[in-house]
């Protein structure tokens, strides 16, 4: 019943990192999200075959966790545990695609394997650029700069919610898990009538949860409207890094800088 | 079943962002126009609460894996569509950022596949008109268990769809429709199962409990005909022209596998293909709208010098591989640089 504790650390983690002080951390979060949203964008835009072109925006996430104190194992550690469903499509690839592509002093490399490679480095570099933006930024970061980017203010409100609150049910569902694993002497598989009625005491505890809290903002004048404080400022820091960024994805997109290199090297 | 970057294109990404952040912007005027304060914390936990409870497993009986509530399903039958769409949106946003479910640009799908189709079209057509405040505990079973294997379905072979539509993976429409339906099958029949055992659960145990809820679910009182066909129609917009370009080129799932299977890979024209239809919403909501159709013309030169690999020189894969090898290197020594560098000034 538990992979829980695992689970809920791991948030926890992620959290703690985001309040580090670092040059990546006191960039305005607007800045950040639309940064990482540009270099998805642009990841995901080439062609199916492409290796060499991709290789350069490692460049990114390699910046973001260095310059941001984001241990690099953890996000790996992170990516290996996503990674089955990606892989399991892109494994197909060599499968249904086997004419020659690349032929290397004599060893063919198929198109599918070329392609289902190049699906595993856009992973990577997608997923880790997602999770280090959140490592960087704190979530109630990324909540900010989605209502200044005019993301209508009640799904924002529900970000925050959902965060404020994910931390305090966790610790109530740990409860309920601990109390059960006590009195069931340490079995460690639970059947479906166990796993529904925790389920259903635990939703109860949440709205009983949600009735106190309702009342607690009434209390401190809630009215129906929804405020937020707003306190993030663009700098100068923050146009030269959104800049330069975004100009290397452009030339990394355009220009197969890997291969111009190999070319002059060799 | 979530849907990730690596199989995306950019315009089918852009496309479900699309859809996705107009579905939320319509249900948050909804919402707004009929706001009962109290649903807002309500709201908040709640989504704190399909976490919690997707941190519970349960063993799936005969098998020895487990499985856990996917919650779609529970949020609409207790907050109606609207709340239920934008709790749903919430959650898979915590997912992408926190777990690394799917990533950014395959969030607009993951909302699409989770949300639309539990919220907006098996909640109103399925549940709601077979489920009343009196129906029996087995009713709310069966029509639960209905429901929720329509939902995962839907969401399932939305997957498959934006999959093909993206042309990044080469598995074909039928095979990847055999391993994914079978799947969700189950999954539904568990997740249906799951969410009526809490309902029937909460009911018995502390029935004010729904009922209070219940209340706030009036400000959304049961959908109108007339939006489940707008959803519908949003639905044939965003797939329309992608699924008619299917119908034309590819009569056939089946010979179309066999025609993958044999390698005379279309999928440079499929990109194409499905372009025109969606520049336009691509035109909107990308950031640099030119820029990442560029690519359509890029697949098609890379097929057209495909047939030519085999006979080109050694060198010029060489030279990307090992070019490779360097950027990356420098990419490393790069970080290091920078971590070195941050050590020594502390």
């Not at chain 2, 999954?187 to 502390?206: C, D, P, Y």
């Not at chain 2, 010098?305 to 490393?332: C, D, F, H, Q």
């Amino acid at each position: 019943m538990l992979n829980f504790d695992k689970e809920y650390f791991n948030i926890g983690y992620l959290d703690t990192l985001a309040y580090k002080n670092t040059f990546v951390h006191r960039l305005d979060p607007r800045v950040k999200l639309v940064t990482t949203i540009v270099f998805v964008f642009m990841v995901v835009s080439f062609p199916k075959y492409e290796l060499s072109k991709l290789i350069p925006f490692f460049i990114f996430p390699v910046f973001m966790s260095a310059a941001g104190e984001i241990p690099a194992r953890f996000i790996l550690k992170k990516l290996l545990f996503v990674s089955p469903f990606v892989f399991f499509v892109a494994i197909f690839n060599p499968v249904f695609d086997t004419a020659a592509m690349y032929n290397l002093y004599g060893i063919k490399f198929s198109g599918g394997w070329v392609s289902c490679i190049s699906i595993m480095i856009r992973f990577t570099l997608t997923i880790s650029s997602a999770l280090l933006l959140v490592a960087t930024t704190s979530f109630p970061g990324v909540c900010r700069a989605l209502e200044r980017l005019y993301v209508p203010k009640v799904f924002v409100v529900q970000l925050f919610f959902l965060y404020r609150y994910l931390f305090v049910l966790a610790e109530e569902t740990m409860r309920i898990v601990r109390a059960i694993n006590m009195r069931t002497f340490g079995r460690k598989k639970y059947g479906l009538k166990i796993f529904i009625s925790t389920i259903g005491l635990l939703f109860m505890k949440t709205v009983e949860r949600s009735e106190r809290i309702y009342h607690s903002m009434c209390s401190r004048g809630f009215n129906g409207e929804i405020r937020l404080l707003k306190m993030d400022k663009t700098g100068f820091a923050d146009i030269v890094f959104a800049v330069t960024a975004i100009a290397l994805f452009i030339i990394f997109r355009r220009y197969d800088i890997a291969r111009i290199l190999g070319e002059l090297a060799l | 079943m979530h849907m990730s970057d690596a199989l995306l294109s950019p315009a089918v990404g852009g496309a479900f962002w699309a859809g996705a952040l107009g579905v939320i912007a319509y249900c948050a005027r909804k919402l707004k126009q009929k706001i009962d304060e109290k649903i807002i914390p309500l709201m908040g936990v709640l989504g704190a609460f399909i976490f919690a409870a997707q941190m519970i497993n349960f063993t799936i009986p005969g098998t020895g894996s487990s499985g856990h509530l996917g919650g779609g399903m529970i949020l609409a039958v207790i907050l109606g569509p609207y709340a239920a769409f934008i709790v749903m949106a919430s959650v898979l946003s915590i997912q992408a950022l926190f777990f690394a479910d799917g990533g950014l640009l395959a969030l607009g799908c993951n909302i699409w596949n989770l949300g639309i189709y539990p919220c907006f079209i098996v909640f109103p057509l399925i549940y709601n008109t077979l489920v009343q405040a009196g129906s029996s505990p087995k009713r709310i079973v069966v029509v639960s268990m209905i429901s929720g294997v329509a939902a995962l379905q839907l969401g399932a072979f939305s997957v498959v769809i934006e999959t093909l539509l993206s042309g990044r993976s080469e598995l074909p429409f039928g095979t990847f429709i055999y391993m994914m339906l079978p799947i969700h099958l189950a999954i539904g029949l568990m997740e249906g199962f799951i969410t009526a055992g809490v309902i029937n659960f909460v009911r018995s145990a502390r029935p004010e409990i729904l009922e209070s809820v219940s209340v706030s679910k009036d400000l959304s009182p049961g959908i109108s005909l007339k939006n489940v066909l707008a959803g519908f129609l949003i639905l044939s917009v965003v797939t329309g022209g992608a699924l008619s370009w299917f119908a034309s080129s590819n009569p056939d799932g089946l010979e179309w596998a066999i025609e993958k299977v044999f390698g005379t890979s279309e999928l440079s024209e499929h990109e194409k293909g499905i372009a025109p239809a969606l520049k336009h919403v691509q035109n909107k909501t990308s950031f640099l709208p030119n820029y990442s159709f560029k690519h359509g013309d890029d697949a098609s030169e890379k097929e057209k010098s495909k047939e030519a690999w085999p006979n080109i020189a050694i060198g010029t894969s060489v030279s990307g591989i090992a070019g490779a090898i360097m950027v990356a290197g420098l990419i490393l020594l790069c970080g290091l640089g920078i971590k070195f560098v941050k050590i020594k000034r502390d």
